[in-house]
């Protein structure tokens, strides 16, 4: 292990008492972050890169191949259809969108695409 790769290590372990001390003292993040002089820009960096560094270890063979897309808050989706099994599920703030087991990649991309272009 380099230099590099024990200073990274150092950091996640003093950033990871920050956010456990957070999530301890049941304050706000807000207040929280005011209380110990740390802008909430900073915390919300460390726990990213915490996240990341998490999913990161995650062995390979674990993952089941699921993958997340962003969608922008102004997607807006009226009458969603809702089926009793499906592989895809995407929550919405006024919506959920389910995607079925027999639902082609055409079919997929063009729901995607209807979310990511709502208005």
């Not at 049941?26 to 002089?37: D, F, H, P, V």
């Not at 820009?41 to 390979?60: G, N, Q």
């Not at 099994?85 to 209807?114: D, P, R, Y």
Request: glycine share 4%.
């Amino acid at each position: 292990m380099n230099v590099t790769d024990l200073k990274a290590q150092m950091h996640m372990k003093e950033w990871s008492k920050l956010i456990e001390a957070r999530q301890d003292s049941g304050l706000s993040i807000k207040e929280w972050c005011r209380q110990n002089n740390l802008p909430e820009s900073r915390y919300y960096y460390y726990l990213k890169k915490l996240r990341l560094a998490a999913c990161e270890s995650l062995p390979s063979e674990g993952r089941d191949g699921s993958q997340f897309a962003l969608v922008p808050n102004h997607a807006r989706v009226s009458n969603p259809v809702v089926t009793r099994s499906s592989n895809i599920k995407i929550t919405l703030s006024n919506a959920v969108v389910e995607i079925g087991e027999g639902a082609n990649e055409a079919q997929v991309k063009f729901t995607l695409e209807v979310l990511l272009n709502a208005q």
